[in-house]
């Protein structure tokens, strides 16, 4: 459902949720992704965005998407040298080396995991039993950073390879992904707001 038009002022929504984040927060953050490559691209932007605001990360999407090859893990896991300069000399993404490096490594950590657990989508639902984590945070400040959930997560991404899987970062890509549902209980997309 998108409102982010000319009555989008009446309609109530998180706190965070400025102009620039409308599109994002009605249509994606918090609806549960099942789709690999995008599971594989969250994953690795919200690791682009340690230390960063998520809006640099936002506008640069499109730009990822477009040198990371569509986010095509079998391609990125290969990146040699040469890619990696380019990568770090294009302007449109994040260029860390740290960062970079942890998307290669990811890529090969995800091709691993797709053998074992037959990709994210499997492994990461399989955490909640299916079904999204339905929270009523009021959105003023009681939102955690992370929770023993993502501390477990994050623990076993790490155990597996996976770069840039703090318990923060892993607590926001599954708010993002739909894992947790943490739109605030006022906002039109808390699904007790959809009841009333």
Known sequence: MSVHDADAAAIQRCSWANPRYLAYH??????????????????????????????????????????????????????DDAKVAELLA?????????????????????????????????????????????????????TPAKTPLSDRISKDLSKRGFKFVGSTIIYAYMQATGLVNDHAAGCFLHPHAAAE
């Open 90 to 142: 294009n302007p449109g993404i994040i260029r860390n080396r740290l960062k970079v490096a942890a998307a290669i490594t990811n890529a090969q950590a995800y091709l691993r995991l797709r053998d074992e657990a037959g990709g994210l989508a499997p492994y990461l639902w399989a955490y909640v039993d299916g079904k999204p984590i339905l929270n009523a945070w009021t959105g003023k400040g009681d």
């Open 26 to 79: 009605d249509e994606e953050w918090g609806v549960p992704c099942h789709d690999e490559r995008r599971l594989f691209e969250m994953l690795n932007l919200e690791g682009a965005q340690a230390g960063l605001s998520w809006e640099t990360v936002l506008n640069k999407r499109d730009n990822y998407r477009i040198a990371f090859d569509g986010w095509d893990a079998e391609k990125i896991a290969r990146y």
